[in-house]
């Protein structure tokens, strides 16, 4: 059944991130005649206030919020996992510098750190990349320094470095795929918190600028016609949801496949 799910979670992604590429128009044309019509065949979720598709906008905005929440778990996690191998490998002075470095971070949300500097870079994609990656880059960093310790004290690795390989060597054969394989399950969860972040940011007017459709800004749009336009609000919600919920399915850990496991 989990097998499944992640089937599922991997072909609903799939799909979102490339369904536009085979829709005709463009998102951004403007009929005021249409301002509001309702859901029909050709156009699921009918028109905004503006008279503009709202399913080809969210089909838009699919590869530029999930593009987005992607490269900023990317980043954290290369940034993150190199850190903390660096912190447990040279220990002393360094490992102590890079973690309270670490904690400094751990300290700040990452939507606080992106809110922060919009004030001073202004909006845009920039300041969401570098906030979010900074606020997520502590948990890769821990994990990754706490999983590169325990190897690092194996004897096979301790031999490596009596014989005098090179630290690239060893952090490279014998660090790297242990610390990918404890922490990849939260980098993945971590995409499903980065769309969240993302699109809030794009709600309070920080992210990708109008009329570049992303799923938060399009929300922001749509508030003042709640009661108008009840399912052309609910669309990039609707997208919001299924999509962190597929990245969900695919976290692995221990606690998620023993609740997947109970008998329902």
Request: with cysteine; hydrophobic share 55%; aromatic share 6%.
């Amino acid at each position: 059944m989990m097998r499944r799910m992640q089937v599922v979670s991997i072909t609903v992604l799939a799909v979102a991130a490339s369904v536009h590429l085979i829709l005709p128009g463009d998102p951004n044309a403007q009929d005021l005649l249409k301002a509001f019509e309702g859901p029909s065949l050709p156009h699921p979720f009918g028109f905004d206030h503006l008279g503009r598709d709202v399913f080809l906008r969210v089909a838009h905005a699919a590869p530029r919020s999930l593009g987005l929440a992607a490269l900023c778990v990317v980043f954290a996690y290369v940034v993150g996992i190199a850190l903390g191998m660096i912190a447990a490998y040279r220990g002393g002075f360094v490992e102590a510098a890079l973690m309270r470095l670490v904690d400094l971070l751990l300290a700040f949300p990452g939507i606080l750190l992106a809110l922060l500097l919009a004030g001073f870079l202004g909006a845009g994609p920039g300041p969401i990349l570098l906030g979010i990656s900074l606020g997520l880059m502590p948990q890769f960093a821990r994990l990754s320094r706490a999983t590169a310790g325990q190897v690092l004290a194996e004897p096979h690795v301790e031999a490596a470095e009596m014989a005098g390989f090179r630290t690239t060597a060893i952090l490279r054969r014998h660090v790297l795929l242990p610390v990918i394989r404890s922490t990849l399950p939260i980098g993945i969860l971590s995409i499903g918190g980065a769309i969240l972040s993302v699109s809030s940011l794009g709600f309070l007017g920080l992210g990708i600028r109008p009329p570049t459709p992303e799923w938060g800004a399009m929300i922001s749009e749509m508030m003042p016609y709640i009661s108008e336009a009840p399912v052309q609000l609910a669309a990039p919600c609707i997208a919001i949801f299924l999509s962190v919920l597929a990245f969900a399915h695919l976290f692995t850990t221990e606690r998620s496949t023993a609740v997947a496991g109970r008998p329902s």
